[in-house]
């Protein structure tokens, strides 16, 4: 009977998952729940106008990936402009840890358009918008030689895609010159540049 008692205090004594102290417990607390305006785009309702055919969209956002918005950046800035299948084919040879997050958002939006937003054919999709924003930095203490500390941050960061019914634009950025009219535009600040103290 002792023996089970004292079973008994053992197991009341073992402290809860919530008191234990990580980063994971601070990542999940109940005052921020990440980003929520982005999504709420999905909610919006156009009134109806005659003649005019509105693509169906789909904005989606994976929260607190454990990766450095900088870093991630480069990876957003990949699949801009793509068509659905373009980006996930593209983003499953690039040797970066981001990418496998942000090809997992863009396929989880493709899902919800199907499912949710009435797209017919899920193919018909392209990334319209690509974005990073920042998350939760948790610092930490890396030990130097003789008892000395530096800091370290821990950096999460938000990825935003939106998804749009149709065809990709040919040029998605309509400012990129081709190299000839990068040539001509040179030469001609070249020429109409004003020497100083000339005549």
Request: glycine share 4%.
């Amino acid at each position: 009977m002792n023996l089970v008692k004292n079973l008994l205090k053992i197991v009341v004594n073992v402290p809860q998952k919530s008191q234990i102290h990580s980063t994971a417990a601070l990542a999940a607390n109940s005052f921020n729940y990440g980003p929520r305006k982005w999504e709420a785009y999905n909610k919006t309702i156009f009134p109806p106008e005659e003649g005019v055919t509105r693509p169906a969209y789909v904005c989606h956002v994976k929260k607190n990936i454990r990766y450095s918005p900088k870093k991630m950046w480069y990876v957003a800035c990949l699949v801009r402009g793509m068509s659905v299948d373009e980006a996930v084919k593209q983003l499953s040879f690039v040797l970066k840890k981001g990418a496998k997050d942000v090809k997992n958002a863009i396929l989880e939006a493709q899902k919800l358009a199907v499912e949710q937003h009435n797209v017919e054919f899920q193919s018909n999709l392209w990334v319209a918008e690509s974005f990073v924003g920042k998350a939760k930095y948790f610092k930490g203490i890396r030990r130097h030689a003789r008892k000395r500390i530096g800091e370290v941050e821990y950096k999460h960061c938000h990825y935003f895609v939106r998804l749009e019914e149709g065809p990709p634009p040919t040029n998605y950025y309509p400012a990129d010159l081709t190299p000839e009219q990068q040539l001509d535009k040179w030469m001609d600040q070249m020429r109409k540049r004003r020497v100083t103290g000339s005549l």
